[in-house]
């Protein structure tokens, strides 16, 4: 038995005991399975199971924060971070993907009847960006000394003056600036923007899920 497959072996011990079933406890097992001779066939190798481990069906979800309470600021040029996850745990390197969405709109109207309905000419925005501890240490009420922000990237427009709340799902990959930035421990924070006298972001409700290769990719 491989060290790995030992390591499954006394995880999967433990998750007989769970009450609550998780896409990670239905890898373990599908790893135990895969990785056991039978009658009928043999053991198949760990790097062949990885590789069906690692389709997006079996991802899990590393991060997530959501809000359902309304959010509307009236300053002019405001950019408010809105929503961000707790310090991410899972290792940065295995996640493969994070989720935005959001309910959402402008003010409902404009000076500018051409653009009505369109996204163009259009002031109220969301991006997304990182947050990190920047140095090491505790301060002396035992508190992380100073968070630093990374580049902010662009994610979403409202559409222009439209009065309903509209459903933005916005998916970005390991392609992406911000998944390339993300490291150990980064929070993930969604903004929501806007600019210019009279113009207002309504956000109904917010959501973020981060998602990543199980941990057990940790110890391939």
């Known amino acids: 038995m491989s060290a790995l497959t030992s390591w499954f072996h006394q995880l999967i011990v433990g998750t007989h ?3 609550t079933w998780t896409t990670h406890d239905s890898n373990l097992v599908l790893f135990e399975t895969l990785s056991t001779k039978t009658p009928t066939r043999p053991a198949l190798p760990t790097e062949i199971i990885l590789r069906i481990l690692s389709h997006p069906s ?4 590393a991060s997530s924060a959501a809000r359902d309470s309304p959010y ?3 300053a002019v040029d405001a950019e408010t971070p809105i929503l961000e996850t707790p310090p991410l745990c899972h290792p940065a390197s295995l ?3 994070i989720v935005f969405t959001f309910r959402s709109k402008d003010q409902g109207w404009s000076s500018f009847n051409e ?3 369109s996204y163009r000419n259009s002031w109220t925005w969301f991006d997304a960006s990182l947050r990190r501890l920047s140095g090491s240490g505790l301060s002396n009420a035992g508190l992380p000394i100073v968070e630093e922000e990374t580049t902010r990237h662009f994610l979403q427009a409202n559409r222009h003056a439209f009065r309903e709340y509209q459903k933005y799902r916005k998916e970005i990959d390991r392609d992406h600036a911000l998944l390339k930035e993300l490291g150990d421990g980064d929070k993930v924070v969604l903004w929501a923007c806007q ?3 009279q113009w207002t972001n309504h956000v109904e409700s917010a ?3 981060v998602w990543a290769l199980d941990a057990l990719f ?3």
Request: without cysteine; proline residues 4%.
């Open 58 to 61: 079996r991802w899990v979800l």
């Open 195 to 197: 600019r210019f006298p």
């Open 72 to 74: 509307v600021n009236h």
């Open 218 to 220: 940790a110890h391939e």
């Open 115 to 117: 653009d009505y309905g």
């Open 95 to 97: 996640v493969r993907k």
């Open 207 to 209: 959501e973020i899920e």
């Open 17 to 19: 005991a769970q009450q």
